[in-house]
């Protein structure tokens, strides 16, 4: 069965260590996203991609970056950690811009000490 | 432009009784909205999805949503609760086939008691 897998699903690092999350989705969907889940905030959006090469900025895009080489993958990596990014990320994918239905992935739950 | 409000923050309802979550949506395109459930510790799941045929849409587990325009509303709603329906909803808005940009509402926590 097709699906999206994170890793890892728990981290803790510390302030100011560069962090990196995978996402791998194996339904060959061209688009990706990222977003963060806070208490109070519900879901939001980080980065997404429309297909490879394409990167887009989110609303809370700031110390945040992804790349897309390939349809499989958008890695987040959080270039020098802060402790308001403590969080749980989630990335998600669908196949194009005109369906609707996002599949998710379990979540990477990020404690920045 | 899109932006979606979720009317209750939290509603807590009884074993059997039935299930209203509210959803109140802006948009400037004709929409397509979309209601996803969250259990503790998991991803996002879609219940059910509205994209411009039948207004009422029946979702999985006995969950369905009416689109009314003229209210520019699309609440959830469940005849009978069941315990295991406790958890996060989440109502979301979108433009397919313009940007295909999605906004999300806050959500929903339901609790069921027994």
């Known amino acids: 069965d097709a699906e999206i897998t994170q890793s890892p699903r728990h981290k803790i690092t510390e302030t100011g260590r560069q962090v990196t999350l995978a996402c791998h989705q194996t339904?060959?969907?061209?688009?990706m996203f990222w977003y963060r889940q806070d208490l109070g905030h519900g879901l939001r959006l980080i980065h997404y991609s429309y297909g490879v090469h394409d990167t887009n900025k989110g609303e809370v895009s700031d110390g945040y970056s992804v790349s897309r080489s390939n349809t499989e993958d958008l890695p987040l990596t959080l270039e020098s950690a802060a402790s308001s990014q403590t969080s749980v990320y989630f990335c998600?994918?669908?196949?194009?811009?005109?369906?609707?239905?996002?599949?998710f992935g379990e979540g990477s739950r990020l404690t920045v000490l | 432009a899109q932006s979606v409000t979720q009317l209750d923050s939290h509603v807590s309802v009884s074993e059997g009784t039935p299930v209203l979550l509210r959803c109140n949506y802006s948009?400037?395109?004709?929409?397509?909205l979309f209601w996803y459930v969250q259990h503790p510790n998991k991803g996002l799941q879609l219940l059910l999805k509205?994209?411009?045929?039948?207004?009422l849409v029946k979702g999985i587990n006995g969950f369905e949503a009416e689109f009314k325009k003229s209210e520019t509303s699309f609440h959830l709603t469940k005849p009978s609760a069941h315990m295991s329906d406790a958890a996060e909803y989440f109502c979301v808005v979108s433009d397919l086939g313009n940007t295909g940009k999605l906004i999300f509402g806050q959500g929903t926590t339901l609790q069921v008691k027994p």
């Open positions: 339904w060959n969907h061209n688009n």
């Open positions: 509205y994209t411009s045929a039948a207004t």
């Open positions: 948009s400037s395109y004709s929409p397509s």
């Open positions: 998600a994918s669908r196949e194009t811009v005109n369906t609707g239905e996002l599949f």
